[in-house]
C-alpha cells in the first residue's frame, strides 16, 4: 500500500508539463502547461505527482521534461 504515503514522500525530481494535448484522457484539468511538478514516484511508463488537485496523480511520461 505503498500509495498511501507518497504525497508524504521525498521529491525524487522535478518535471516540467510541456503540453496538455492528451488523445484519450482529460488532462487540462489537472495539469497546467509550464509548470513544474515533484515526482513522487515513477514507473516505466508513468509519472505520480502531485497535480492541480493536490492529490498524486499518474500521468504519461509524454506530458513532462526533466528540469
Known sequence: ???L???DRETI???KCVHTDARKYL???ALTTGKIYDVKNETEEFYY???NT???GGFYKEY???V
Do not use: Y
Open 1 to 3: 500500500m505503498i500509495h
Open 5 to 7: 504515503t507518497w504525497r
Open 13 to 15: 525530481k522535478k518535471l
Open 27 to 29: 488532462v487540462n484539468q
Open 49 to 51: 505527482i502531485i497535480d
Open 54 to 56: 493536490g492529490k498524486v
Open 64 to 66: 513532462f521534461q526533466e
